[in-house]
Every structure is written in C-alpha cells, then in structure tokens.
C-alpha cells in the first residue's frame, strides 16, 4: 500500500482524499490547535506534529507521496 502524509494538513482534506484513493495517510503537520483536534478526531492513530519548522527525517516517517496545502494566513478568515 502506498503511504502519504501531509504539511499544511488543516482538516486533512488531501489525507481525505488520498485515503479514499486506496493510499494509507500516515501522518500530518498542521499548527493551528483546532484543526488538530479535527485531524485527531477523524484520524486517532496518525502521527499528528505542529510545527512544519522542527518536521523532517528525524521525526516524520517515510511515506511515499507528500503533500501540502498553501499557508493560508493572507486568505483566512482569521487573518
């Protein structure tokens, strides 16, 4: 089974997909707390990091597709 994970991951919209797909998503980095919570919910055996600056080979497992939303900060809602 090919495996994915996910930076940027938000709700984990690319991990929806990717699962649906037939990939397994194991893992995603997001840094705003409520959409962890959405992410552990939906996904309680993911490794779930939050900050992309301290992600990399020493803490994330090997997958074989990475994917990324785009930093939102200038779109959002939140600002």
Known sequence: ???HGELFAGIGGFGLGF???GMRTDWHVEIDLSCQNVLRRHN????????VC???KHNLP????ISFGSPCQDLSVAG
């Open 19 to 21: 699962d649906r797909g």
């Open 54 to 56: 301290e992600c990399g």
């Open 62 to 65: 090997q997958v074989d597709v």
């Open 44 to 51: 309680p055996n993911n490794l779930i990091l939050s900050d």
């Open 1 to 3: 089974m090919l495996t």
